[in-house]
């Protein structure tokens, strides 16, 4: 099946540093998803993008559907130790919007 | 908050037991989801809903059945629990709009000896 490539896989950072991280999927895909997820809970969803090229900010994150549409970003600015998380990529391409496929996780730690 | 209590939280079961795990929503959403999370599989999808009585298969179903007899609530079933379904589940809506993205509850641990 469908397969997103999330990377990296986890890094540890200063507060205060701006982390940025991707996502890159084998087909094209009509919307991207963002969530994190703290541990013992649910993932919350973050940013949804919808169109090729779109840039959309909550707070100080920043994602961005890109204009392969193959592929996503995601930036934190001005970390924070709330920030720590595990942060999940997700989307769904032609297959239909009911099969949605989620990356493997890119487990962020700060370090205060 | 997207209204979604899943229960129980936490269930220790023995191989060979069946499992119900619930699901229910406060916002009357059409559609309903079970996913798994294992740790290098990211969440999988077993089972979802598009109405009462409405469900199909995902990419992880074999060994689970689901039923949807109220809008409000999605039931995972493990007709024989095996050690390889010991995972974090978790149960997601997601609104009308064909486009919308999913929300999550807060997941039920499940552990098969």
């Known amino acids: 099946g469908q397969q997103l490539n999330q990377s990296p896989q986890s890094m540890f950072i200063q507060e205060g540093e701006d982390v940025s991280m991707n996502c890159t999927s084998s087909?094209?895909?009509?919307?991207w998803l963002w969530y994190k997820q703290d541990p013992g809970e649910g993932p919350v969803l973050l940013i949804a993008?919808?169109?090729?090229?779109e840039l959309t900010s909550n707070g100080r994150l920043t994602a961005q559907f890109g204009i392969t549409r193959k592929d996503s970003f995601l930036n934190i600015s001005a970390s924070i130790p709330s920030d720590v998380g595990i942060y999940f990529c997700a989307g769904w391409d032609s297959g239909g919007y009911q099969k949605v496929t989620f990356g493997t996780g890119t487990k962020l730690q700060v370090i205060p | 908050d997207a209204g979604i209590t899943q229960s129980p939280r936490h269930k220790v079961t023995e191989t060979g037991t069946p499992v119900t795990l619930r699901c229910h929503q406060t916002?009357?959403?059409?559609?309903m989801y079970w996913y798994r999370q294992d740790p290098g599989h990211g969440l999988r999808l077993i089972h979802y809903?598009?109405?009462?009585?409405?469900?199909d298969k995902g990419e992880v179903s074999d060994g689970y059945s689901v039923s949807r007899s109220k809008t409000e609530d999605f039931l995972l079933t493990l007709e024989s629990a095996t050690s390889s379904q010991t995972s974090v589940y978790f149960c997601a809506i997601r609104t009308e709009t064909n486009n919308s993205p999913l929300h999550f509850g807060n997941g039920t641990r499940l552990t098969v000896t």
């Open positions: 087909s094209i895909f009509n919307t």
């Open positions: 993008l919808y169109k090729a090229g």
């Open positions: 809903s598009y109405g009462v009585k409405d469900t």
């Open positions: 916002e009357n959403h059409r559609y």
